[in-house]
Nanobody, 115 residues
Framework: QVQLVESGGGLVQAGGSLRLSCAAS????????MGWYRQPPGKERELVAA???????NYADSVKGRFTISRDNAKNTVYLQMNSLKPEDTAVYYC?????????WGQGTQVTVSS
């Protein structure tokens, strides 16, 4: 019923920037949280950033000051602007949508940062 489609991943040099997008479609409750998680090779999935429909944000310490999460509520789309990328940012990035007990995930998009 709910689909999340990510885009914007790719290969970038250290210090560069990427902008990820995730568009949600389907029957979505108006008050929700959308966010980005990532899973580096050989590591567990971790929260990168999240944003509520009201605009409250939360960031992992490792990305504060470099990444910015935003959303367009009318389009049910969340963005992640990633600046000053580091090799340790290399991971599969997953879009997430949550309200109440419902959790939805995108398929993931690869971000690779070369040194």
């Amino acid at each position: 019923q709910v689909q999340l489609v990510e885009s914007g991943g790719g290969l970038v040099q250290a210090g560069g920037s990427l902008r990820l997008s995730c568009a949600a479609s389907g029957s979505i409750f108006s008050y929700n949280t959308m966010g980005w998680y990532r899973q580096p090779p050989g590591k567990e999935r971790e929260l990168v950033a999240a944003i509520t429909s009201g605009g409250s944000t939360n960031y992992a310490d490792s990305v504060k000051g470099r990444f910015t999460i935003s959303r367009d509520n009318a389009k049910n789309t969340v963005y992640l602007q990633m600046n000053s990328l580091k090799p340790e940012d290399t991971a599969v990035y997953y879009c997430n949508l949550h309200w109440y007990s419902r959790l939805y995930w995108g398929q993931g998009t690869q971000v690779t940062v070369s040194s």
